[in-house]
């Protein structure tokens, strides 16, 4: 009922069909007003921040064997689409492959993943979705690990 309406009928200029006119009108506005709730299921868009703990079907783990500390920006790169890369530090100079371990810690630590050694100079690297669990020791004797670099 608008503001004309209600003086009119205060004032009784206005005749009570005129006033159940206005009222059906008033109400059938507000029944289109209000939406019902429906129970169909939503159409998913792109941009959902829920993932399915099952969308990584063919989970990828890459092996690499860097040869310099030029190659640890590809291995983050594996990184950062979400693939575990075990990294093999055999064939790096010393002070190369600790730039790369720094490099990939870093990297990894960002991501919010996990860097784990599991050999003489050989690293598990995980983006946050892989848990590793477990440790492994190194099982060398002090003779062998002479003739094996070790990164400490």
Do not use: W
């Not at 950062?80 to 600790?98: C, E, G, P, W, Y």
């Not at 690293?123 to 892989?130: A, E, G, R």
């Amino acid at each position: 009922m608008g503001v004309m309406n209600k003086f009119l009928n205060y004032l009784g200029l206005q005749e009570e069909h005129e006033q159940e006119v206005e009222r059906d009108r008033m109400l059938e506005a507000d029944e289109q007003e209000i939406e019902t709730p429906s129970f169909e299921p939503r159409k998913q868009s792109s941009k959902n921040n829920v993932v399915s703990i099952h969308s990584q079907k063919n989970a990828r783990v890459v092996l690499t064997e860097p040869r310099s500390y030029d190659e640890a920006q590809e291995i983050a790169d594996q990184l950062k689409t979400r693939k575990s890369v075990v990294v093999n530090l055999q064939r790096v100079r010393r002070d190369q492959a600790i730039r790369i371990v720094d490099f990939l810690s870093g990297t990894v630590y960002a991501l919010g993943g996990h860097i784990s050694k599991v050999g003489p100079d050989i690293f598990l690297c995980t983006p946050d979705s892989v848990e590793v669990s477990g440790t492994i020791t190194e099982m060398l004797s002090e003779e062998a690990a002479a003739d094996y670099p070790k990164m400490r």
